[in-house]
């Protein structure tokens, strides 16, 4: 009994100990994080507004709409490739609508497999356009 | 035997209570210090993106005549047209992070010492010429 109450105390003692350890981990660890998010937030959506201004989205879209499902998906990680830095992630998907109409959506990710994972954070931006007949949204998501 | 096992446990306590307070004035002076680092971040990553979002603005139409003029500007005329710190670099580059050029001026401009202990970069992409990318950076 004697070493039961000993043990109990030590335990309280080392839990309040190690919660205060984890937080003390956790503030140091997380001050920047919204900042670096916020960097690549703002990088993401200029590259969804350089794509649509250069008429990229409305032709990849077109394709995919069309059928041409192979040869646009490669252009669009060939591109999201080519304009983000090694080491991120990300994904394209274009929401199709005919007027008020939900037609289809499509997604790309950059590399052909990556999925999020439950520690990563996924920054998200969008953009509308309209191509052919159809108008859409594309949302870039970057983790 | 009562009184061993109650100093025992006022000892540990104790103990216990020490590192408590260590820990705890630990994590004070870190925080004061992080929230020192974060105030010294935030300004540096306010001026670079309030930077980069000038420039991509002004770059919607005639990038190519903007960028010529303004990159043929002083270190300080520039600094003081975006209010940014002294040490600072912006460039125009494509995708390859090559510096862009054009009739003789090189888009790339700033000054800053290696030296800093925060950097914070702003990037935008651009049409000029194809696809190029506004990298502002801010030390401190």
Same mark, same amino acid.
């Not at chain 2, 025992?8 to 020490?18: K, P």
């Not at chain 2, 990159?71 to 003081?80: A, G, L, M, P, T």
């Not at chain 2, 970069?121 to 992409?125: D, F, G, L, N, P």
């Given at each position: 009994m004697k070493g039961f109450v000993f043990s109990l105390d030590s335990v309280i003692a080392l839990l309040i100990l190690f919660s205060t350890l984890a937080v003390a981990v956790t503030v140091m660890n997380t001050s920047y994080s919204s900042l670096k998010h916020y960097e690549v937030y703002r990088y993401s959506l200029s590259i969804l507004k350089t794509l649509k201004k250069e008429g990229f989205l409305s032709s990849q879209a077109s394709a995919l709409v069309n059928g041409n499902q192979n040869q646009a998906e490669s252009f669009i990680?060939? =591109?999201l490739r080519s304009v983000f830095p090694k080491g991120l992630r990300e994904r394209i998907t274009l929401y199709v609508y005919n007027g008020s109409q939900y037609v289809d959506s499509y997604s790309v990710t950059n590399p052909k497999k990556a999925?999020? #994972?439950k520690?990563?954070?996924i920054i998200s931006s969008r953009v509308s356009f309209v191509f052919d007949d159809y108008e859409a949204i594309a949302v870039l998501q970057v983790w | 035997m009562k009184a061993? !096992?109650?100093t025992?446990?006022? /000892?540990?306590?104790? #103990? !216990?209570?020490?590192l408590i307070v260590a820990v705890a004035l630990f994590m004070i002076n870190s925080i004061t210090a992080r929230n020192a680092e974060l105030v010294v971040y935030s300004q540096i990553?306010? =001026?670079a993106e309030y930077a980069a979002d000038y420039l991509e603005m002004k770059a919607q139409s005639f990038p190519k005549e903007y960028f010529t003029q303004f990159?043929? =500007?002083?270190?300080?005329? /520039?600094?003081?047209e975006l209010g940014l710190p002294y040490n600072f670099s912006i460039r125009v580059t494509d995708l390859n992070g090559r510096v862009y050029s054009s009739n003789g001026v090189v888009f790339s401009k700033g000054n800053y010492s290696l030296k800093s202990d925060y950097v914070v970069?702003? =990037?935008?992409?651009i049409l000029l010429d194809g696809e190029k990318v506004i990298e502002v950076k801010t030390y401190s």
């Open positions: 990680r060939q =591109k999925y999020p #994972g520690q990563d954070t | 061993q !096992v109650f025992a446990d006022a /000892i540990t306590s104790v #103990g !216990v209570m020490l990553e306010q =001026k990159f043929s =500007k002083s270190v300080d005329e /520039i600094r003081q970069t702003a =990037k935008r992409m």
